[in-house]
């Protein structure tokens, strides 16, 4: 997970999760009468580093992998674990990239970046835009869910046409040419599918040049760090496609009032799926009964709402290790807050 680097907050905010899991795991005896430990590694969201430190880990003897913040840092290390038995449960990851190789071990607990980008034209169509700009950064995640947005548009039901499909360098302190290339085709809504630090430039320039439609970010853009980075006028307004956050999630309130008193502040996206992880993770060794990696990955596999109830969705798996019937949101940035428009199922 990202401890350093742009993507920082992210994994600050997971490493605050795992925290509360193990100390109410740990409160609570531990698992088959020994105390869970986390090991971690900082991958800065880097392929290279995350690499290294994932065979840090397999040095270290972990039992299952629960990390996987950025989907570029975490299919690199798809091979790693896979050679080492080690079951991977991944809490915010979700390119189509991390399925690619039909790994029996992975499993996601975030809906999939083709349900993401589908879920996003969707949601614009019913706001009635018509012309989408679509904008990623080349990496993972972002071109999942901008090649899903893409390809959902080409269907008969789609209800939009694709103005533009654009790519931007991860970094730059300005976009001017895919503004220009935005408005001279005539687009009125931009799907941005790369992370945060992009997103804040790119929702400025796009403001700042004239562009008067709607914004959409996708869950790996959409973050309170937005507020910090862009005035008031221009977060106004601001849509994102993401998954369940604890706020907008009944089942989740107790839980999300544990953490404030933990922390100090609200779950942020992704705490609740990676909290979910690592009790999913110690869940299935002890109906595994060991520590025997096989074994956890079969129980992991076999996962049923009998055996936990998860918060930010359904407590099972399917062959292909996603979740049937994920869920997401539609937020709207009001007053300098997230509001729920609505569930995007």
């Known amino acids: 997970m990202p401890l350093t680097g742009d993507n920082a907050p992210t994994g600050q905010r997971m490493m605050e999760a795992y925290q509360l899991a193990i100390k109410e795991i740990n409160d609570a005896g531990g698992v088959l009468g020994h105390p869970v430990e986390l090991v971690a590694g900082d991958d800065a969201c880097d392929p290279g580093t995350a690499v290294v430190k ?82 990623d950064d080349g990496t993972s995640f972002p071109q999942s869910v901008a090649h899903a947005a893409v390809e959902h548009l080409k269907t008969p039901d789609a209800g939009m046409t694709l103005a533009t499909r654009l790519r931007i360098s991860q970094g730059a302190t300005s976009y001017p040419r895919m503004v220009d290339e935005v408005i001279k085709e005539n687009a009125d809504a931009v799907l941005f599918t790369g992370y945060y630090p992009e997103a804040a430039t790119i929702v400025r320039d796009l403001r700042t040049g ?30 994102g496609i993401t998954l369940p956050l604890a706020q907008f999630e009944p089942k989740a309130k107790e839980w999300a009032a544990r953490y404030r008193a933990a922390y100090g502040h609200d779950p942020g996206p992704f705490t609740m799926q990676t909290y979910d992880a690592f009790k999913l993770a110690v869940n299935a060794i002890e109906r595994a009964g060991s520590l025997d990696r096989e074994a956890v990955r079969k129980a992991i596999a076999a996962t049923s709402p009998a055996d936990i109830q998860l918060l930010s969705g359904p407590s099972q798996f399917g062959p292909d290790g996603t979740q049937p019937h994920p869920d997401f949101m539609l937020l709207k940035i009001h007053d300098g807050a997230f509001t729920l428009v609505s569930q995007a199922n």
């Open 210 to 239: 004239g562009f008067k439609g709607t914004i959409m970010l996708s869950d790996a853009g959409l973050d309170p760090t937005l507020f910090d980075k862009l005035t008031p006028a221009e977060t106004e307004g601001l849509y």
């Open 54 to 135: 994932a065979n840090e880990l397999v040095a270290k003897d972990i039992t299952v992998s629960v990390g996987g913040g950025c989907s570029v840092a975490v299919v690199p290390v798809l091979k790693v674990f896979h050679t080492a038995a080690i079951p991977m449960i991944v809490p915010a990851a979700n390119s189509m990239d991390l399925l690619a190789p039909g790994y029996d071990s992975v499993f996601l607990l975030a809906g999939t970046a083709k349900e993401e980008g589908e879920r996003a034209v969707q949601s614009l169509t019913k706001m009635g835009r018509k012309r989408l700009a679509v904008v």
